[in-house]
């Protein structure tokens, strides 16, 4: 089959795009024809490689996708082939505490596809039978496939973790990212007040999403503007994924009683913070990894019934897969990246 993968971790110019065997269904998976994948920063750190992750080279990247069933392997009953279908990228045991509570992304040997195994980059793909999702009919394999793994992050995040209720203000820094795209739209459904942090090329599309207000971090310092924006009280919600760069700002942009929710570190892992500020503000610093298989469900149904809404940036023939990477680790791309086999 033909798929884009590297054999050596680093830049960009590591990924090839060429033939690999075939993967084979093992008992309760199943292979599916990919009609579209979609990148995500986390495809980016695999390539690079990741401290304490050893990946099987040559190793196939690709968290997101849509397509279509093509053969079932032993005890699968539910699913046969031409079905269409997307799936949960968390991988799970089902045996461990936190499955049977039905806390997947707590799984003590919790696995990402495309990052542990070999994912979607490519004509085909296996996957667990239980972690797929019929689509409905008709509806877009790039919709389908820009949609899993940021939407269920976000969800969990504001709803699961940190309780997002309507009347209250979220801080989204990160803005034109594929999680903080998915948030916004879902904020704006619990009907919070939405500050969106991004820079000048993506304001204008932030605000259209329905963010209250658009912070342009190249013109303004974020952490000042917050204090402006809601008369020095600071926000309830900060949901942020930029790590070390920020942290300090972020947090000092908490209300009393404010939650922050992380999801990543993208500029770096190590937050610098004055411990005193968050017991004497009675703070939250609360993480939060992917989702459990019911809220990755859940969220999935309000994407199908255009509820909320996936963001598009480029729909591309996966022989780009280079200047994909690149697009994305260059900041150029607003919401998720589509690559097509």
């Known amino acids: 089959m033909k798929a884009a993968y590297f054999d050596a971790h680093g830049g960009p110019d590591v ?4 033939e690999l065997p075939d ?3 093992g008992p309760g998976e199943v292979i599916v024809e990919v009609e579209a994948a979609a990148l995500n920063h986390l495809d980016l750190w695999v390539r690079r ?7 099987a080279l040559p190793h196939v990247g690709g968290s997101d996708f849509a397509g279509t069933v093509s053969e079932v392997g032993r005890g699968v ?4 082939a031409g079905d269409r279908v997307t799936a949960n990228p968390g991988l799970w045991c089902g045996e461990c505490e936190w499955c049977l509570r039905g806390e997947h992304s707590l799984c003590e040997r919790y696995h990402i596809l495309g990052e542990h195994v070999a994912g979607a980059m490519a004509e085909r793909v296996r996957v667990p039978s239980g972690n797929l999702l019929r689509l409905p009919e008709g509806f877009p394999a790039h919709h389908a496939a820009a949609a899993p793994l940021v939407f269920q992050t976000a969800w969990r995040a504001l709803v699961g973790r940190a309780r997002l209720k309507a009347g209250e203000t979220v801080l989204v820094t990160g803005a034109s990212g594929g999680v903080s795209t998915a948030a916004i739209q879902i904020a704006r459904r619990l009907e919070a007040r939405v500050i969106a942090v991004t820079s000048g090329p993506w304001v204008e599309a932030v605000r259209a999403m329905g963010a209250d207000h658009v912070i ?3 013109l303004e310092d974020p952490s000042t503007a917050v204090r402006e924006l809601t008369e020095r009280r600071g926000v309830d919600v900060a949901l ?9 700002s972020t947090v000092g942009s908490l209300a009393r009683n404010g939650r922050l929710v992380t999801y990543g570190a993208t500029t770096g892992a190590e937050g610098c913070q004055d411990i005193r500020l968050v017991f004497w503000k009675q703070l939250q610093i609360i993480g939060s990894t992917m989702a459990s298989h019911a809220e990755f469900v859940e969220v999935m149904g309000l994407v199908f019934d255009g509820s909320l809404e996936p963001v598009v940036d480029v729909v591309w023939p996966l022989e780009r897969v280079v200047e994909a990477h690149e697009r994305l680790e260059a900041g150029e791309a607003f919401g ?3 690559l097509t086999p």
Do not use: A
Not at 77 to 80: F, K, Y
Not at 240 to 248: L, Q, Y
């Open 15 to 18: 990924l090839v795009v060429g």
């Open 23 to 25: 993967p084979e269904p």
């Open 49 to 55: 490689g990741l401290p304490g992750l050893n990946v």
């Open 77 to 80: 009953e539910e699913w046969r």
């Open 216 to 218: 342009d971090r190249d």
């Open 240 to 248: 942020d994924s930029v790590g070390e760069m920020t942290w300090k």
């Open 336 to 338: 998720k990246i589509v």
